[in-house]
């Protein structure tokens, strides 16, 4: 579609703010609303609901009666996925707008909208649809008078909090699983981008999701978000976050109803490559691409990136012609793979960053500016620093934008230790052509994926979450099933 086409369908888009709870969508009981600002032009889109804890109340009780009463968790895993896969296919459908509402709330180009987060949303919900009726329990080998089944029940009343930068991919490896597993649903999209998952409920019910089986409550983390969490009939909560907002969410969750709750945080990736990599420019083209991809608005970001002293100057040479490539355009051309920060609150921490960085004697190669400024919206030049060294901010902190920091090792071994001295451990990657180094470097590296001479190897297939102060819990993948199902042992004497 044109450049022109897509302006004229945003300027056309109906945008519905309103929460959706029990099947029908209805403003805050406070009345309250807050206006969404678009980050490609600054663009009031309209009104959202601004929910509280009045709100989350009637959703959770929507909910826990949909549970109860057997509506969806007492139907077929067949008959789930029937519904889970008509949901994915009307998502198809609805791409195009799905797509729009995400670039105008979250400011990524439309390209990506396209085919990464619609594609991604609708493959998830097909994938845990087509898997719940492929699942079997389990017979213990218990005494021969006894039969011990150990079966997985849906956990009851799940809430899922999720972020701004892949609003409807987040939000679909939440409710994918717990859906398919049987669970209710309340999904609370942030406040920075909550058009798609509104959305999302509107189709779910065409598809035959009953009322009060999934609701989205919009609003903001300290007031609905906080009520989610610290609700005491709320079975299980799944977040995705910083890793700030997730000890928060843990404590809440002990100092309530000791609810389950899973984490999915924060990063600080490291992408370690070595003088023997196989094949440089597949490495330049990984390390850039993956860096700002989503404005490097994605938690397993590669924003550190340690490349061996002999190969560094070569691999800065190759890294810089490439940076033509990703300046930020108009997020509705297809042209453009560079998009919007999501709100000018992102941009002030981005750039901030950046000083931060040359004010600690790092060595600013390319970027480094507000760009588009005429657009009225937030944009970044692609950022490159040289001359990292591991005790500065930018390479200790996760800065969620385009800021690629590079450090130099002479040793694989000394890569790692700095690889690893860092709070998270989401992420990371190693190249190099000696199999046996490959190996033992990514055992050693503390993350929960580490790519060998790749970085953007993805699927739904595996689990995806992190080490130490990443969270505790994975999305994606059968294993998600464990996150919002309970196991419960029956014993039988025969
Ligand atoms: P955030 O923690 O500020 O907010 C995440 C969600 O939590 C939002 O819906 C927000 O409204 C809500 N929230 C905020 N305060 C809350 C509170 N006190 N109680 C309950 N809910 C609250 O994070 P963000 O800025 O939206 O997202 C960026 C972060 O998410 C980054 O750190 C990124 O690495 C991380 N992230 C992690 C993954 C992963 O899979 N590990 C994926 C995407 C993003």
């Known amino acids: 579609m044109t450049t022109t086409l897509w302006h004229e369908r ?9 929460a959706f709870i029990g099947g029908q969508r209805v403003w805050a009981k406070s009345e309250q609303r807050f206006d969404n600002l678009s980050p490609i032009d600054g663009r009031n889109l309209g009104a959202v609901a601004r929910c509280d804890g009045a709100d989350v109340d009637a959703a959770v009780a929507a909910a826990r009666a949909a549970f109860d009463d057997g509506r969806w968790a007492g139907k077929s895993p067949a008959q789930r996925k029937r519904v889970l896969i008509k949901f994915a296919d009307l998502v198809q459908q609805h791409g195009a707008e799905l797509a729009l509402l995400e670039t105008l709330d979250m400011g990524k180009p ?7 987060d619609v594609g991604a949303t609708a493959n998830t919900l097909r994938w845990y649809g087509e898997a719940i009726d492929k699942i079997y329990d389990e017979i213990a080998p218990t005494a021969a008078n006894s039969l011990a089944l150990i079966t997985r029940e849906p956990v009851g009343v799940v809430a899922a909090i999720v972020p701004w930068n892949y609003p409807m991919i987040m939000a679909a490896w939440k409710i994918a699983p717990a859906l398919a597993a049987g669970n209710s649903v309340v999904l609370k999209p942030s406040e920075k981008s909550p058009l798609t998952a509104l959305r999302l409920a509107d189709i779910a019910l065409e598809a035959g999701i ?18 989610l969490a610290l609700h005491m009939d709320v079975d299980c909560i799944g977040f995705t976050g910083s890793t700030r907002t997730g000890k928060q969410i843990l404590q809440m969750a002990g100092q309530s109803n000791l609810k389950r709750a ?11 490559v070595c003088a023997d990599c196989p094949d440089l420019d597949a490495a330049v083209a990984s390390a ?6 989503n404005q490097g608005e994605s938690c397993n970001a590669p924003s550190r990136l340690f490349v061996e002293e002999s190969i560094k100057e070569r691999f800065l040479e190759k890294a810089l012609a490439m940076m033509p490539d990703f300046q ?9 793979v560079m998009g919007a920060i999501v709100d000018a609150t992102q941009l002030k921490t981005v750039m901030g960053y950046i000083e931060a960085g040359k004010n600690d004697g790092a060595k600013l190669l390319s970027g480094g500016r507000q760009a588009r400024g005429e657009s009225g919206g937030f944009y970044v030049e692609p950022t490159l620093f040289d001359q990292v060294d591991s005790s500065m901010t930018i390479a200790r902190e996760e800065i969620f934008g385009p800021v690629l920091s590079v450090l130099s090792f002479t040793d694989v071994r000394e890569a790692v230790r700095q690889a690893n ?3 998270y451990g989401l992420q990371a990657a190693v190249w190099t052509s ?11 590296l503390r993350a929960g994926t580490v790519h060998v001479n790749q970085y953007d190897g993805d699927d739904i297939t595996v689990p995806f979450g992190g080490y130490k102060q990443s969270g505790n819990g994975r999305d994606k993948s059968l294993h998600a099933f464990d996150k919002y199902t309970e196991l419960k042992t029956t014993w039988i004497q025969i």
């Open 421 to 423: 001295a860092t709070p």
């Open 110 to 116: 439309i390209k990506y909208s396209q085919s990464v």
């Open 262 to 272: 899973w984490t999915e945080l924060g990063g600080k990736s490291a992408n370690i």
């Open 434 to 444: 000696d199999i046996s180094k490959a190996i033992q470097t990514a055992r050693a």
């Open 328 to 336: 930020p355009g108009d997020p509705l051309d297809e042209a453009t």
């Open 10 to 18: 945003a300027a056309a888009q109906q945008i519905d703010g309103r």
């Open 288 to 293: 850039i691409g993956a860096i700002y991809f």
């Open 210 to 227: 009953p009322p009060g089986v999934f609701n989205v409550l919009p609003g903001f983390g300290h007031e609905a978000g906080a009520a």
